[in-house]
C-alpha cells in the first residue's frame, strides 16, 4: 500500500508525517522543534533549523514507518500561512522529493490541515472549529464550499500571548504546557474560585489576547503567586474562545465543536469547551494531543483528500504564501 507524505514546516516545527493513500493508516509523525535560546522565534535560524533537521528526520521517518521512497504515491507540504523563510524549506523539500520520486505534489492550507485531522480522529462531521494555536486564532465554520473564518484574534494568537507570559516570568518556549501545569497545582492546593482581575476581550466574534497579557506580566511583576496568575490567565483567555465558539454553533445552528491547534493539547479549555457543548446538547471533540500541535500528518491527510478530489500542485503554481487564508482554498471534498 503507497502512502501520502506530508510535510510541515510553518514556524517552529519541521515535521514529516504520512497517512496510506487509501484513507486506512494514519503514521506518526517525526518531529523537531526550533527552540531559541531566548526571545521569540527567529524566522532565518528556524529555517536554518529546518535544513539541518531534514535528512535525519525523514530517514528516520521512513525507517520507522518501514517503507522506501518508491511506496510514496504524493508529496503534500505547507503552502502557507506561516513564516516564510521556513515555509521555503519543507516547499524545496517536497518539490525536489516530489520530481525524484515523480509522484504528485500538493500544495495545502495548514489551518484547513488542522480542521481535517480532526475531523479524521474524532468523527464529527460538520464542527465549528476553535483553532487555537500559536499564531492563530480562528473560529472556524464551513459554509458554502470554504471554511470561513467566522471570528479571531484582533492581534496576537492565544498560544503567543501564553508563551510571551511564559518568557516574562521565566519559563522557556513554549510555555503554554508549563502554565497549564502551575495553573492546575494551584488550583489542586487552592481550588479554582479566586481569579485575578484579567481584561476580557470579546469583541462580537473576535477576541483579543494583548491586554490580557500585559495585565498578567503586572500581576506577576506585583508578587503575585505565579501559579495563581497561570490559573487565572487560563480562565479568562480561555473563556473568550468558548464564548465565541459557541456563538458560532448558535449563529451557524451545528451541534459540534472541534479543538485544532497547539493549545487544543490544555486540559481545561477542553473541559471548558466539553462544559458549553453539552449544555448546548452538543458535542465536543478534538483529537490526541500530537495532532493538535503542528504535524507532518494532518498535512498528508489533507494531501490526501485534495488528491482523492483530482487537486495537485503544478511546479509553476506551488509557490509558498505566508499570507494564505483559512477561507482561500476552496472545499472540492465532503
Ligand atoms: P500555527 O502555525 O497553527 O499558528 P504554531 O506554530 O503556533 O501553529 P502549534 O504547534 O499549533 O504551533 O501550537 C504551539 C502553541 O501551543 C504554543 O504557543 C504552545 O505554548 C501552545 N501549547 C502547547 N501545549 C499547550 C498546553 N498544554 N496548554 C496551552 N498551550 C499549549
Ligand atoms: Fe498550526
Known sequence: MGLILGIESTAHTFSFGAVSSDGVSVLPSHSSLYRPEEGGIHPREAADHHVNSSRTLLEKAMDDWG???????AVAFSQGPGLGPCLRVGGSVARSMSIALD???IGVNHCVA???????MTGCSDPVLLYVSGGNTQVIARAS????????????????????????????????????????EYVKENGPDRILDLPY???????????????????????????????????????????????????????????????????????MT?????????????????????????????GRRMLDSGEATKLENSAIDPSLRTDMTPISWS
Request: with cysteine.
Open 103 to 105: 509522484v504528485p505534489l
Open 114 to 120: 488542522h480542521i481535517e485531522i480532526g475531523r479524521r
Open 274 to 302: 466539553q462544559t458549553m457543548a453539552s449544555e448546548r446538547g452538543g458535542s465536543a471533540h478534538w483529537p490526541d494531543w500530537r495532532l493538535c500541535i503542528d504535524n507532518g500528518t494532518m498535512i498528508a491527510e489533507l
Open 201 to 271: 476581550a470579546v469583541h462580537g466574534t473576535d477576541m483579543a489576547f494583548s491586554g490580557i497579557l500585559g495585565a498578567a506580566i503586572s500581576h506577576a511583576n506585583r508578587g503575585e503567586d505565579h501559579g495563581l496568575v497561570c490559573h487565572s490567565l487560563q480562565e479568562v483567555s480561555f473563556a473568550s474562545c468558548v464564548e465565541v465558539g459557541e456563538r458560532a454553533m448558535a449563529l451557524t445552528g451545528k451541534s459540534e465543536i472541534l479543538l485544532g491547534g497547539g493549545v487544543a493539547c490544555n486540559k481545561r479549555i477542553r473541559e
Open 67 to 73: 517503507i522506501s521512497g518508491g511506496e510514496i504515491d
Open 145 to 184: 464550499g470554504r471554511y470561513r473564518v467566522l471570528g479571531e484574534t484582533l492581534d496576537i494568537g492565544i498560544g503567543n500571548m501564553l508563551d510571551k507570559f511564559g518568557r516574562a516570568i521565566g519559563i522557556p518556549f513554549p510555555g503554554g504546557p508549563i502554565i497549564e501545569k502551575k495553573a492546575s
